[in-house]
C-alpha cells in the first residue's frame, strides 16, 4: 500500500518568497547584461511572475500542463515588462540568462539548507517539508550567487583579454563617421554614473570635428575646469547628450572627462563583422593613449564579453 501524502501550502509565504527570489533574479541579469530598467518595471514584472507560479501551484488547469513547457513560459510576460527587449535575439539572450542565474541561486539555497541543518541528502532530497527554508538562507544565496557570477564573468573577460587585442571602431554623429583603432583594455573599469553603461576612452583628437565649435575652442585653450564645458554644451542640442565621467589614474585620482552619446557605433569582431552596441559612453581623453600609434581608444571589456 502507498501512504497518502499531503502537503500544506502557505499561499502568502510562497507568494512572498517567489516574489523576492524574481525580484533579485531579474536585478541580477540586469547588472550582468547591462540593461537599463527602472524599479517600477522590476516590481511589476517580479509581482507577475510570483503570481504566475502561485497560479501553477493552486489553480488545476495549470498544474495539469507539463513541467517543462511551464517553466519555460513563466519568464516570458515578466521578462517582456521588464527588459522590454526590442529584438528576438535579444529576449533569447536575456531569457537564457534569468533561467542560469535562476538555477545558480535556487541550486544555492537549498544547499544551504542542508548544510545549516546538517540533514543527510538521501533520505530527505524526496521530502515535502519547506518549513525549515527561510529569508535569511535566501538572502545568503543571492548574494553568495552574485559574487559568484561576477566573479566567473570577470576571470573570462580576463583570460580573452590577456593579449593585446586592438578592434576597429566606428562612429556616426551628425552625418560624420570616424575610424579608429580601440584596445580592449581590462583595467576600463569606467561607467557613466548616471546610465550605468560602460565607457569608451578616445582622444580628442579623433572625435574633434564631431564636437561644437565652442568646445572645441575650450580644449584648444586646455581648459580644465568641467563645469565650463558643460555650460558650454548646455547653449545647443549637444547639451542633452552629454556625461560627466569620474575615473581615477595615477597621480590623479579624482579626475574628470566629459562624456556624450554619440548617433551609432560600431565595433568589428570576427569574420570582418561589425556589432551595433548602442548603450555606451565615449569620454573624451586630451593626451595620447599609445606612444607606437596602435591605436587611439580604449574599449570597454564589458562590450567584448
Same mark, same amino acid.
Given at each position: 500500500m502507498y501512504?497518502?501524502?499531503? =502537503?500544506?501550502?502557505? =499561499?502568502?509565504?510562497? #507568494?512572498?518568497?517567489n516574489f523576492i527570489m524574481d525580484y533579485f533574479i531579474f536585478w541580477m541579469v540586469s547588472k550582468i547584461t547591462y540593461k537599463k530598467?527602472?524599479? &517600477?518595471?522590476? #516590481?511589476?514584472?517580479?509581482?507577475?511572475?510570483?503570481?504566475?507560479?502561485c497560479l501553477a501551484v493552486i489553480v488545476p488547469f495549470f498544474r495539469s500542463i507539463n513541467m517543462v513547457i511551464y517553466l519555460i513560459a513563466l519568464?516570458?510576460?515578466? /521578462?517582456?515588462?521588464?527588459?522590454?527587449?526590442?529584438n528576438l535575439k535579444? #529576449?533569447? @539572450? /536575456?531569457?537564457? +540568462?534569468?533561467? +542560469?542565474?535562476a538555477l545558480i541561486i535556487g541550486g544555492m539555497s537549498y544547499g544551504l539548507i542542508y548544510w545549516s541543518k546538517g540533514y543527510n541528502l538521501t533520505t530527505n532530497i524526496y521530502s515535502r517539508s519547506y518549513n525549515n527554508f527561510s529569508l535569511y538562507l535566501l538572502f545568503i544565496s543571492i548574494v553568495a550567487s552574485y559574487i559568484i557570477i561576477q566573479s566567473f564573468r570577470y576571470y573570462i573577460q580576463r583570460r580573452n583579454t590577456s593579449i593585446e587585442k586592438l578592434y576597429p571602431l566606428k562612429i556616426l554623429h551628425n552625418d560624420q563617421? +570616424?575610424?579608429?583603432?580601440?584596445?580592449?583594455?581590462? *583595467?576600463? &573599469?569606467?561607467?557613466?554614473p548616471i546610465t550605468k553603461y560602460p565607457v569608451i576612452i578616445i582622444e580628442y583628437a579623433e572625435i574633434e570635428k564631431l564636437l561644437p565649435e565652442g568646445i572645441q575652442k575650450l580644449y584648444l585653450k586646455g581648459e580644465e575646469d568641467i563645469t565650463c564645458f558643460v555650460e558650454e554644451a548646455s547653449k545647443s542640442e549637444f547639451?542633452?547628450?552629454?556625461?560627466?565621467?569620474?575615473? @581615477?589614474?595615477?597621480?590623479?585620482?579624482?579626475?574628470? =572627462?566629459? *562624456? #556624450? &552619446?554619440?548617433? &551609432? +557605433?560600431?565595433?568589428g569582431g570576427r569574420d570582418n563583422k561589425e556589432e551595433y552596441i548602442e548603450q555606451v559612453i565615449l569620454a573624451?581623453?586630451?593626451?595620447?593613449?599609445?606612444?607606437?600609434?596602435?591605436?587611439?581608444?580604449?574599449?570597454?571589456?564589458?562590450?567584448i564579453s
Open positions: 501512504e497518502l501524502l499531503t =502537503l500544506e501550502i502557505y =499561499l502568502d509565504i510562497l #507568494f512572498v518568497l530598467i527602472t524599479n &517600477k518595471r522590476l #516590481f511589476l514584472g517580479s509581482l507577475v511572475a510570483a503570481m504566475l507560479y519568464p516570458i510576460i515578466p /521578462i517582456i515588462i521588464i527588459f522590454e527587449p526590442s535579444e #529576449f533569447v @539572450q /536575456i531569457f537564457v +540568462i534569468s533561467n +542560469i542565474v563617421v +570616424i575610424e579608429v583603432n580601440a584596445l580592449l583594455d581590462t *583595467g576600463n &573599469k569606467v561607467y557613466d547639451g542633452r547628450r552629454i556625461r560627466i565621467i569620474p575615473y @581615477q589614474s595615477l597621480g590623479n585620482p579624482n579626475g574628470m =572627462l566629459l *562624456g #556624450f &552619446k554619440a548617433d &551609432k +557605433i560600431y565595433v573624451i581623453y586630451i593626451h595620447t593613449l599609445s606612444k607606437e600609434g596602435k591605436y587611439t581608444a580604449l574599449l570597454h571589456a564589458d562590450l
